[in-house]
Nanobody, 116 residues
């Protein structure tokens, strides 16, 4: 069964932190580089970070040095630690395999709102 379940979002003040978690089905996780994406209101979904199967990570410039992506291959999970959050980080966050397309399967996402 194809499955992606994101959790951990919420409302946080600027400068705060959140840790997102994603549980993926084996068919999506195993053998694939995994990524986090986000979609802000009125904008297209954008890529945020990727972690390769070997652990190499890459980030969009706007989150470098603030976000950290990690994976647990034993549990088929991907996490995103987000520190020093900014209002412009407000979005629905999704995880999926690297280079996932709009017509691929997507989970429901988790809402992150950064506001004072």
């Amino acid at each position: 069964q194809v499955q992606l379940v994101e959790s951990g979002g919420g409302l946080v003040q600027p400068g705060g932190s959140l840790r997102l978690s994603c549980t993926a089905s084996r068919s999506i996780f195993e053998g694939n580089n995994m990524g986090w994406y986000r979609q802000a209101p009125g904008k297209v979904r954008e890529w945020v970070a990727t972690i390769e199967t070997g652990g190499w990570t890459t980030y969009v410039d706007s989150v470098k040095d603030r976000f950290t992506i990690s994976r647990d291959s034993a549990k088929n999970t991907v996490a995103l630690q987000m520190n020093n959050l900014k209002p412009e980080d407000t979005a629905v966050y999704y995880c999926n395999k690297e280079f996932a397309k709009s017509d691929d399967y997507w989970g429901q996402g988790t809402q992150v709102t950064v506001s004072s």
